[in-house]
């Protein structure tokens, strides 16, 4: 089945390690998106990928950066972690013919930072 | 500030019953407004969802009602069942914003046995 697959889906790390999270994708979507989700404030964007030379930000970037290697890799670095980058983070796709804009949503990553 | 606002953050509901949930959006250049339904360990996935120029749409147990006006919309759960317990966002999109999609706080649906 056409997926999208993070690595790792757990991860403990330190304040001030860089860290990356990988998201990979076989539904041949261009479009890819990071989210992160806190309990009591869903799910917010952090940047979003319309296609391989494309990156934008979304409403909470700051202390990420991203990097779309191909059309089926889009990954999510914090260069710094810090304690309030303690989060759930999900990697979707989406393709624009589908209605609603719906998005694919892989399995979360869950991100600790002591 | 939070453009979709969800409520209630958790609900609690007997077998049976009907849950409801209630969005509300400032933005009225959304042109859809999806749910989506998250179980533990997993991504969202969509629902169910709607545009603006009908006021209600139904999929099985599963209702949303739309007022414009009101710039509201609610999902409704006929006949919940213990399988639905899972957490369920409220969003809503714009056909020009290219997918993205603004969602609500989450609410986390228990129905108990």
């Known amino acids: 089945d056409a997926d999208v697959t993070q690595t790792p889906r757990n991860r403990i790390t330190k304040t001030g390690k860089r860290i990356m999270l990988e998201c990979s994708q076989t539904?041949?979507?261009?479009?890819m998106y990071w989210y992160r989700q806190d309990p009591g404030l869903g799910l917010r964007l952090i940047y979003y990928s319309f296609d391989v030379k494309d990156i934008n930000k979304g409403e909470i970037s700051d202390g990420y950066s991203v990097s779309r290697q191909a059309q089926a890799k889009f990954s999510l670095s914090l260069e710094s972690a810090i304690p309030n980058q303690t989060a759930l983070y999900f990697c979707?796709?989406?393709?624009?013919?589908?209605?609603?804009?719906?998005?694919?949503f892989g399995p979360g990553t869950r991100l600790t930072v002591l | 500030q939070q453009q979709v606002k969800q409520s209630p953050q958790s609900l609690i509901v007997q077998k049976g019953g009907i849950s409801i949930i209630n969005c509300a959006y400032e933005n009225t250049a959304f042109d859809y407004f999806p749910w989506y339904q998250q179980f533990p360990g997993k991504g969202p996935a969509l629902l169910i969802a709607?545009?603006?120029?009908?006021s209600e749409k139904k999929e099985g147990r599963f209702t949303i009602s739309f007022n414009k006006s009101a710039k509201q919309f609610s999902l409704h759960i006929m006949d919940s069942q213990p399988g639905d317990s899972a957490t369920y966002f409220c969003?809503?999109?714009?056909?020009?914003?290219?997918?993205?999609?603004?969602f609500g706080e989450g609410t986390q649906l228990t129905v108990n046995p």
């Open positions: 969003a809503a999109s714009k056909e020009t914003s290219g997918s993205r999609l603004t």
């Open positions: 709607i545009r603006p120029d009908v």
């Open positions: 979707a796709t989406s393709d624009p013919v589908r209605p609603y804009n719906e998005q694919f």
């Open positions: 539904k041949g979507h261009d479009r």
